[in-house]
């Protein structure tokens, strides 16, 4: 199905140069009752591509953003994103600060001090430091993967 698709889309793109193409595949559904299910999804897969820039995008390879692009009411999403960062943003804005920056690189080093000096040009003492004062703001150990998962969702939720 991906290659059908790919073929489709660069054919396309040739017959009509300066036009993006988007492509979303559906999950394989063997009922036609479930046929609108692989529609929604192929809906929610196409605007991933559109949002990545990417041609085709096959709903069922799409990881967390299969539940984030399904949901019907995309405030509840926004309220999460705001709700989960608020004392990180307000803080951000008061002190000129790079909290939320210094959280998500946190998250996606899995916690490691040394990753995120060197991704943030930083020392490690101050990396710690940071890390010490979202701990507070944020009232969590990020120890275990419950306390790391709302962040972690939220800022899934920013990039969409």
Do not use: W
């Amino acid at each position: 199905m991906q290659r059908l698709a790919e073929g489709t889309v660069r054919r396309a793109e040739k017959r009509m140069p300066g036009l993006s193409l988007y492509v979303g595949i559906g999950s394989l559904r063997m009922d036609i009752s479930q046929m609108s299910v692989s529609y929604y999804r192929a809906r929610a897969a196409a605007r991933i591509a559109m949002k990545e820039k990417c041609s085709v995008v096959q709903f069922d390879e799409c990881g967390l953003n299969r539940l984030l692009y399904m949901t019907s009411d995309p405030d509840i999403l926004r309220e999460m994103e705001e709700e989960t960062l608020a004392a990180l943003e307000a803080y951000d804005a008061k002190h000129h600060a790079s909290y939320v920056e210094t959280l998500e690189c946190y998250l996606r080093h899995n916690g490691s001090i040394q990753a995120v000096a060197e991704e943030m040009y930083t020392h490690r003492n101050t990396v710690l430091y940071r890390i010490g004062n979202i701990k507070k703001l944020l009232n969590t150990s990020l120890e275990t993967p419950e306390e790391r998962l709302p962040y972690q969702i939220a800022f899934y939720i920013r990039k969409m």
